[in-house]
């Protein structure tokens, strides 16, 4: 079974200081993106930044980037200069069925305390 | 206005009651999507679409169904609601399948008692 794994259900961290969320990921797709997503108490999910799998370079979103490790299957968020407006739930995501929907981890709890 | 519509946004029912959840789309895509959020789970897929014809259960179906009236709208049902079923839903649309990104709308809270 494809899964994916956010070990971590909640983290802490400092205003302004830097945080990682780690993920890893199961797939045995050959060319696939994948996404993290975040969900303020608003509770909407919105996009916070996307690698392509065939990508060396790591994507870069201002403060938001990541860290893919494609061997180890690793997948993991970095927020840099934490803000308050962070505070959030976030999930990894990653497609399967050849990209025709989304199976997500069961996501972390992040407060930045100010 | 959102991209992603669904009503209602918050709902409280009885247990046995038949309850159905709305989503709208003006992104124009193909593809929907019905998740469902618990505390501790993440989401999980219930149902999708990829098009007016072709509907098709995901991990969660049971105790669900689906209607897809048109290319915008796409609505879960929940026949006779158990307290089990109290979660925060989310419709979603897919765009370009190559990404598998995926575009949510606001959710809808459902308490069934």
């Known amino acids: 079974a494809q899964t994916v794994t956010q070990s971590q259900p909640e983290m802490s961290v400092q205003e302004a200081e830097t945080v990682t969320l780690s993920c890893t990921y199961d797939t045995s797709e050959s060319n696939y993106y994948l996404f993290w997503y975040k969900q303020p108490p608003s509770r909407q999910m919105i996009l916070v930044i996307r690698q392509e799998a065939y990508k060396q370079q790591n994507a870069t979103e201002n403060r938001f980037s990541v860290n893919f490790q494609k061997a180890a299957k690793s997948f993991s968020l970095k927020i840099s200069d934490s803000q308050l407006g962070d505070t959030a739930m976030y999930f990894c995501?990653?497609?399967?069925?050849?990209?025709?929907?989304?199976?997500f981890g069961k996501g972390i709890t992040l407060s930045v305390r100010p | 206005d959102a991209d992603v519509t669904q009503t209602p946004r918050n709902r409280i029912t009885k247990t046995g009651k038949r309850i159905m959840l709305e989503c709208s789309q003006t992104k124009g895509h193909d593809r929907m999507y019905w998740y469902r959020q618990d505390p501790g789970l993440g989401l999980r897929l219930i149902y999708y679409s990829f098009d007016v014809k072709d509907i098709n259960k995901g991990e969660i179906s049971d105790g669900y169904s689906v209607s897809r009236q048109a290319q915008a709208k796409f609505s879960l049902s929940l026949e006779s609601a158990i307290p089990n079923q109290t979660a925060l839903y989310f419709c979603?649309?897919?765009?370009?399948?190559?990404?598998?990104?995926?575009?949510f709308g606001e959710g809808s809270r459902l308490t069934v008692l």
């Open positions: 979603a649309t897919g765009g370009a399948i190559n990404t598998g990104e995926l575009f």
């Open positions: 995501a990653y497609p399967t069925g050849a990209n025709s929907k989304l199976t």
